[in-house]
């Protein structure tokens, strides 16, 4: 499932407050995933990285009470009152002993003397066996209280939450001309890093320190692997050469138009960012001279930043002249 059906359907277990388990590969975002249902819902997030505790850590420690009877002291980080998602993150990397102490907490909703409030959903993820990553088998009894949801990347969804990230613009062009770069995991080879939606998040943060281009491309096959840094360096050198969006906003019906295809897709990012309903007859005017699919493009990304641009006159001549690639 791609994030955005990931987030309907935790959206509905949580109503029913019904475990979860997030199974995908190293990278996805399974933890961004469990966070942004907390924050769009306003659910307080609790996560434990399941795989840093030993088994008392979950149970307390034990104390005497006023008869003389042993009780245990549940830890803090366990939630007592509100709303909220108890997030077990990377709970198969977790030794034995420490998944058996979630059992009760799991299926009961309780840990000795401790009962999760109403209103708190324990959502737990990991990595699957096949990803070569330290994961410990599951057993049956514990799997079988949880729905288990499949997390697969997704261009689409992925450029959508960039957009509100604050993703670099040229990272999200290079990332819609090179698709299959959004995330290449291979277990089979022993790669120390490799592209996913993770690390293309690092490169973003790496480009807006300004690096030196030597160092840019050696962080950047640090980050994302040897092949993906040498591709998305020469899109770099590329985008370079384009026009300033500002500039193509002035002038959107004589302005000099790349030619190189990977090139006009970085401009309809870099411009779509631009999107306002004043100076929709420009992207109106330059959607006409792009190729069809590059003209779609950029008033997709368009409407995506300013939705309200799809009520001006302008947008609406454009979609009626070019109907016949909309439908």
């Given amino acids: 499932m791609k994030p955005s059906e990931i987030v ?3 959206a509905t277990l949580i109503i029913v407050e019904q475990p979860a388990f997030l199974w995908g590969p190293p990278g996805v975002g399974k933890s961004q995933i469990v966070a942004q249902v907390a924050a769009e819902r306003g659910l307080t997030l609790v996560d434990i990285r399941a795989v840093l505790l030993d088994p008392v850590d979950l149970r307390g420690l034990p104390r005497f009470d006023d008869a003389g009877r042993t009780v245990w002291c549940p830890p803090s980080f366990l ?6 998602i108890l997030f077990l993150d990377e709970l198969n990397a977790a030794p034995p002993l420490v998944q058996a102490a979630c059992y009760q907490l799991v299926l009961d909703r309780r840990l000795g003397e401790y ?8 959502i737990a993820a990991g990595n699957r066996e096949t990803d070569k990553a330290v994961t410990h088998r599951i057993p049956s009894a514990l799997a079988n209280r ?25 990272l999200c062009a290079f990332l819609q001309f090179r698709p299959r770069l959004l995330h290449a995991f291979d277990p089979k080879r022993n790669d120390k890093a490799f592209p996913s939606p993770r690390s293309w998040e690092f490169v973003s943060r790496i480009l807006s320190a300004h690096p030196s281009a030597l160092t840019l491309e050696a962080l950047l096959r640090g980050t994302v692997g040897e092949g993906a840094a040498a591709e998305f360096c ?21 302005i000099h138009l790349p030619e190189d295809p990977a090139v006009i897709c970085a401009l309809c990012e870099s411009v779509a960012r631009k999107a306002a309903e004043e100076v929709m007859p420009e992207f109106a005017v330059l959607a006409s001279r792009l190729p069809v699919e590059f003209g779609v493009l950029l008033m997709r990304d368009a409407a995506a930043i300013q939705p309200s641009i799809v009520e001006t006159e302008a947008f609406r001549g454009w979609a009626c002249a070019n109907s016949d690639v909309l439908v």
């Fill in 234 to 254: 020469a899109f770099l050198r590329q985008y370079s050469s384009m026009p300033d969006a500002d500039a193509v906003l002035a002038n959107p019906g004589g």
């Fill in 146 to 170: 949880m729905v288990h949801l499949d997390v697969d990347p997704d261009l689409e969804d992925w450029l959508t939450w960039a957009k509100r990230a604050g993703i670099d613009a040229r």
């Fill in 8 to 10: 309907n359907a935790l």
């Fill in 79 to 84: 939630p007592v009152q509100g709303r909220g």
């Fill in 115 to 122: 009962e999760l409030p109403a209103g708190w959903t324990v």
